[in-house]
């Protein structure tokens, strides 16, 4: 009887420390150390734009004077957010560097099988519609550790990795391309 008690413990804990590391990985909590998680409130500027964004505790939301209209979907953790007309229509967007589990979401491309299950970095792009944010491009897994990136006044988007290789980027027709550095388009940080 004595046993059966024992064993019966040892599995409750097990049971519990397996539930405890699932939500731990599932909350983001074995994701990089390097990561700088930013927080922010971006102020409307432009006619149109949305009245406030707010980015706190790796969530971004939408505030219309107290009330949240919209915020990213807790599977997406955020880590920096920009304000800026990346895809140069005159209007801006919300361009997110956030993290989520898969490489791909449900757009998988038909020749892989299976998504992956381990947290990966993306950017997200968003257009706003007055009344809250309409997907406009969500990028794949971005294939290297984006440390910082910024939008500088060539309306390009400059990412730095972990390594320090400063790449840009720029809406083009459909989606952001990489696009080569010269002296004549000087990089801002």
Excluded at 113 to 140: C, K
Aim: hydrophobic share 40%; charged share 25%.
């Amino acid at each position: 009887m004595r046993r059966n008690y024992r064993i019966g413990i040892l599995i409750a804990a097990c049971l519990i420390a397996a539930i405890s590391l699932f939500a731990a990985d599932q909350s983001g909590a074995f994701l990089p150390g390097w990561i700088r998680w930013e927080e922010s409130r971006t102020e409307g500027a432009s006619p149109g734009d949305p009245e406030v964004m707010v980015l706190k505790g790796k969530t971004l939301q939408v505030l219309s004077g107290k009330e949240t209209v919209w915020q990213t979907d807790r599977d997406v953790l955020v880590q920096s957010s920009l304000w800026c007309d990346i895809n140069h229509d005159g209007a801006g967007e919300l361009v997110l560097l956030c993290w989520k589990q898969g490489r791909y979401g449900g757009s998988r491309p038909f020749w892989v099988e299976e998504d992956e299950d381990s947290w990966s970095q993306h950017i997200f792009i968003y257009q706003w519609t007055g009344e809250a944010m309409r997907p406009l491009w969500m990028a794949s897994d971005l294939g290297m550790e984006v440390e910082e990136w910024a939008f500088d006044e060539t309306k390009r988007l400059v990412l730095t990795d972990r390594t320090g290789r400063v790449t840009a980027w720029d809406w083009r027709t459909w989606g952001l391309t990489n696009i080569p550095l010269t002296e004549s388009q000087p990089v801002q940080k």
